[in-house]
C-alpha cells in the first residue's frame, strides 16, 4: 500500500516551529507505505533521514528526476516530524519484534517526537507474552504496567513507544539506574548491625522515602529518623550497588521466612541480585537438592507462570525453520503451551519478514505480525500434530481486513463458510476468493474472541442505524455471547429526552439508571418491529 500524498492532515499534530531557513522534503516511494526519506535541506546543506534511522548528508533531491518510482514532496514541520516518527515506530517494530527473542522490548516517551532520540526515554517496557507489560522500576525490579495499552488506546495521546533492541534495553536500563542514583541517595537500615531495610531517599524532597524491606512493593518510610533515635538502629549511606544487594538478601530472607505459604518451589538464580526479579529464574524446581545455587521460593502461582515462561524460551532458543519459514502455535492462555495441539491458530514467517495463517489443507493466507499474541515455535511432527488439529477443529473464527480496517468476520466448519451479518451468520465464499488479494489479511480468532468481535461490531452498526430514532430501545444482556441472541434478553430500556426508563410490563415503563450504573453491562440498539418480537409494547 502507498502513501496517499493528499490526506496529510492526521499529522499536524507533530506540529513545531517552523525555521524559515529550513526545508523539509518528503520522497515517497511507489506502492511503498513508509517514504524513503524525509530530506532537510538549510541553506545549501542537505541531510536524510532514511531507513538507518539517523540524519546523514545527502544527494536524494538531486536523484529524484532520474528515479522514475520517486516523488518528492515538500512539507512543513509538522508533516516532516508525523513521517520521522512513523518511520521510526515502523522500522523499529520491524526490526525488533520478534517471536524467537526471550521478551520485545519497549521505550516509552512523553512526547511524541522524543523518539527520535532513545536517550529522551522515560520507561523501558518488556513484554514477556500476548499483551502483558512489565515496567522496569529501577533497581532491578520490574512491575506490571499498562503504558503500551493506554498509548494504543489514546488514553495517552502526548505519548509515543518504539520497540528497541535488547542491546538498547540494557542501556534504557542503565539509564533509568543512573536517575536513581543521581536523584536518590541509599542507606541500610540496620537492627543489632543486621540488615532489616534499605531505604532510598529523594534528593530533591529529604521527606520523602521509601523503605525496601523485601516485601514485594516498598512503602513510605521513616525509618531514617527512627534509626537516629532507637539504640539498636542505625542506617548507613551506601552506593546503589550496594542497596541493590542487600535489597535481594532481604527478598530472599522473606521469601524463606514465608516458605511455608509459597509452597510452589523453588526458583534458581545465577546472580543474588536476579532474586528481585522472579522471571529471571533459570529452573523451577520441586525441592531444594543443589545447596551451592542461589535459589527462592515461590508460590504455586509464581511458580506455574515461571516454568511456563522457561518452557517458551526454550522453544525460542532452538526454533529451527521448516520450509524456508518460522512456524508458531497461537494460544488464548500461556497454560495452554504445555499442550500445543489445542492451539488455536498457526503462523509462519518467512526470512523476508512476511507473516501468513494455517487455513486448511496447506493453504496459507496473509496475517497481520503478530505483537500481542501468546506464541510457541514449532517444528518437525509438533508442526504436523497441530495443523492436523486445526483441520479438524469445528469451527475456526477469522477476521479479514483490508487497507480500510476490517472487512469481514468468518466462520468456517469444514468446507461450510459463514460471514456474520449482525446477530446472525450467513453463507459466504470469502476466503478462497481472497488467497490472491495482497491487500487482505486474516487474523484467527477464539470464539469468545469473535464473540466480542461481533457484539461491538453489531453494537455499532445498530447505534449508527437508529441514531435518528425519536425514541431509543435498547436490549439489554446479562453477557456478550447473550447479546447474539435476541431471545436471551434480560429486559429493554427506552430513552427518550435523555431519560431511561425500563420495560416491566406490558404497557408500563419505569424510570432507570441501569445502562449509566454499569457502563460495562451488553446492551443494542432495537427497532420497534424487533421490540414486537421481543414481546414489548
Keep these: 500500500m502507498g502513501v496517499d500524498v493528499d490526506s496529510w492532515g492526521l499529522r499536524d499534530h507533530y506540529a513545531a516551529e517552523e525555521d524559515p531557513n529550513v526545508r523539509y522534503v518528503i520522497i515517497l516511494v511507489e506502492g511503498q507505505r513508509l517514504p524513503h526519506a524525509v530530506v532537510r535541506l538549510a ?3 542537505e541531510e536524510a533521514f532514511g531507513h538507518e534511522l539517523r540524519w546523514e548528508p545527502s544527494d536524494l533531491l538531486s536523484r529524484v528526476e532520474s528515479e522514475p518510482s520517486w516523488t518528492a514532496r515538500d512539507a512543513n514541520v509538522g508533516y516532516a ?3 520521522l516518527v512513523e518511520m521510526i515506530r515502523v522500522l523499529r517494530a520491524r526490526r525488533h519484534e520478534s517471536e524467537l527473542a526471550d521478551y520485545k522490548y519497549y521505550a516509552s516517551f512523553k512526547h511524541a517526537l522524543g523518539v527520535l532520540d532513545l536517550g529522551n526515554a522515560d520507561r523501558l517496557i518488556r513484554r514477556p507474552e500476548g499483551s502483558v507489560e512489565e515496567e522496569y522500576a529501577g533497581h532491578g525490579t520490574w512491575e506490571r504496567s499498562d503504558k503500551l495499552h493506554r498509548v494504543d488506546f489514546g488514553h495517552d495521546p502526548d505519548d509515543e513507544y518504539v520497540a528497541i533492541s535488547e542491546s538498547e534495553a ?3 536500563k542503565e539509564l533509568i539506574d543512573d ?7 541509599h542507606h541500610v537500615v540496620l537492627v543489632d548491625g543486621n540488615p532489616v531495610a534499605v531505604v532510598v531517599k529523594v534528593r530533591a524532597s529529604p521527606d520523602d522515602e521509601l523503605a525496601c524491606t523485601g516485601e514485594a512493593e516498598p512503602q513510605p518510610s521513616r525509618l531514617l529518623d527512627q534509626a537516629t533515635r532507637e539504640p539498636r538502629m542505625n542506617a548507613v549511606e551506601v552506593t546503589m550497588r550496594k542497596a541493590v544487594e542487600v535489597m535481594a538478601v532481604l527478598t530472599q530472607r522473606r521469601r524463606l521466612r514465608d516458605q511455608a505459604t509459597l509452597t510452589g518451589g523453588f526458583a534458581l538464580f545465577d546472580s543474588l541480585t536476579d532474586v528481585l526479579d522472579p522471571d529471571a529464574a533459570t529452573e523451577v524446581v520441586p525441592a531444594r537438592e543443589d545447596r551451592q ?4 521460593p515461590l508460590s504455586p502461582r509464581e511458580a506455574e507462570q515461571v516454568s511456563l515462561r522457561l518452557h517458551v524460551r526454550e522453544a525460542r532458543r532452538t526454533a529451527e525453520p521448516v520450509g524456508g519459514h518460522h512456524h508458531f502455535a497461537v494460544f488464548s492462555r500461556l497454560q495452554d503451551v504445555v ?4 492451539a488455536s491458530s498457526v503462523i509462519r514467517v518467512d526470512p523476508h519478514g512476511h507473516w501468513e495463517m494455517y487455513l486448511r489443507g496447506g493453504v496459507w493466507l496473509r496475517t497481520p505480525k503478530p505483537s500481542r499474541l501468546i506464541t510457541l515455535p514449532l517444528a518437525g511432527s509438533g508442526l504436523d500434530r497441530v495443523t492436523r488439529a486445526l483441520d479438524d477443529l469445528r469451527p475456526r473464527y477469522f477476521e479479514a481486513r483490508g487497507p480500510q480496517g476490517r472487512v469481514a468476520l468468518l466462520r468456517l466448519a469444514g468446507s461450510t463458510e459463514e460471514s456474520a451479518r449482525d446477530l446472525r451468520w450467513e453463507p459466504s465464499a470469502l476466503l ?18 469473535m464473540t466480542l468481535a461481533r457484539y461491538h461490531r453489531a453494537s455499532s452498526e445498530r447505534a449508527e442505524r437508529h441514531r435518528g430514532d425519536a425514541c431509543g430501545y435498547f436490549a439489554v444482556f446479562a453477557d456478550f455471547a447473550a447479546a447474539l441472541d435476541f431471545r436471551r434478553a434480560e429486559t429493554v430500556v427506552r430513552r427518550r429526552d435523555d431519560v431511561d426508563e425500563r420495560h416491566v410490563e406490558r404497557g408500563r415503563w419505569v424510570q432507570t439508571d441501569l445502562l449509566s450504573r454499569n457502563p460495562s453491562v451488553p446492551y443494542l440498539a432495537v427497532g420497534e418491529a424487533e ?3 421481543l414481546g414489548q409494547n
Excluded: H, K
Design 432 to 449: 478462497s476468493r481472497w488467497q490472491d488479494e495482497p491487500d487482505r489479511v486474516i487474523t484467527e480468532y477464539d470464539e469468545e474472541a
Design 179 to 185: 536517575r536513581w542514583d543521581r536523584g536518590c541517595s
Design 531 to 533: 421490540l414486537e418480537r
Design 170 to 172: 540494557l542501556r534504557l
Design 339 to 342: 499442550d500445543p495441539v489445542v
Design 293 to 296: 545455587r542461589i535459589f527462592a
Design 43 to 45: 541553506g545549501t546543506v
Design 81 to 83: 516530524n508525523g513521517f
